[in-house]
């Protein structure tokens, strides 16, 4: 199983929840050393991958394989807040969000869906922020063009037997959100916990439904969002 950002909050929840139930885990992350730590804790593999690259992409993968044989779930997770708003824009900035937030899913399924065919499960980490407006103008951008990119790949993929879903998560209390914390806490939202998100994985793993977007708050089981 491979989960990119998996050294940190959701996707390192996610990692612990699946080797816990025995799962064989590779972590693909940027940060070394944390993604060495969260590795070595559980008794899994982790390569140091800049996701937003395809050759980093087709690297992890390659790591996966190697290290067990075959690729039965990928869960793409890495994902960064936006860089700038229209007030600072700066195309750089605007451009690292979609390439680590988007780009990384489109390379990292190119890479995988060869040893997925078959069997596999794809999961893509997008947010509530990709199902209705935001703050956040280019990160909602990105994490709306996930959901598009899951709906319609797991239509193009109903028939190759690869299941493809994304989780879509309101509030979660990672280091992601520690910039906005206080000021959450102050307007009353509820924070899920990264166990929570890693919950809504089982969920979405033991599910048979494919191309649906999870949402996921604060104390309520997931469940998939409607669409007209
Ligand atoms: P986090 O910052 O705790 O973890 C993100 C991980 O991604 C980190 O380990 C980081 O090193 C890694 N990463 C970032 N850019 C990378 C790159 N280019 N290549 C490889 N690894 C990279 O944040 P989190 O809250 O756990 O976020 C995980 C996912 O959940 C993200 O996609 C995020 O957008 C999404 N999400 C988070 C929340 C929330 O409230 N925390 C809500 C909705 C969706």
Not at 55 to 68: K, L, M, R, T
Request: aromatic share 6%.
């Amino acid at each position: 199983m491979l989960i990119t950002g998996g050294a940190s909050g959701i996707g390192a929840a996610i990692a612990r929840r699946m080797a816990g139930k025995g799962r064989k885990v590779l972590i693909a992350d940027k940060d070394r050393s944390r993604g060495q730590e969260v590795a070595a804790e559980l008794g899994a593999r982790f390569v140091a991958a800049d996701v937003s690259r395809l050759e980093d992409n087709q690297a992890a993968v390659a790591a996966a394989i190697s290290a067990y044989g075959r690729l039965d779930v990928a869960v793409f997770n890495a994902g960064i807040p936006g860089q700038c708003g229209w007030h600072d824009f700066v195309p750089a900035a605007y451009h690292k969000t979609i390439a680590t937030n988007l780009d990384s899913a489109v390379y990292g399924i190119h890479a995988a869906l060869p040893h997925l065919r078959g069997h596999g499960s794809i999961i893509v980490t997008s947010s509530l922020a990709g199902l209705k407006e935001a703050p956040d103008p280019f990160y909602a951008a990105s994490k709306h063009a996930l959901v598009g990119l899951v709906r319609s790949t797991a239509t193009l993929l109903a028939g190759a037997g690869v299941k493809v879903n994304a989780l879509c998560p309101g509030l979660v209390d990672t280091p992601l959100l520690a910039p906005f914390r206080e000021l959450l806490a102050e307007a009353g939202h509820a924070v899920a916990t990264p166990d929570e998100a890693a919950d809504a994985v089982e969920t979405i793993l033991a599910d048979e439904r494919t191309g649906q977007a999870w949402v996921l708050l604060n104390g309520q089981p997931p469940y998939p969002a409607r669409f007209p």
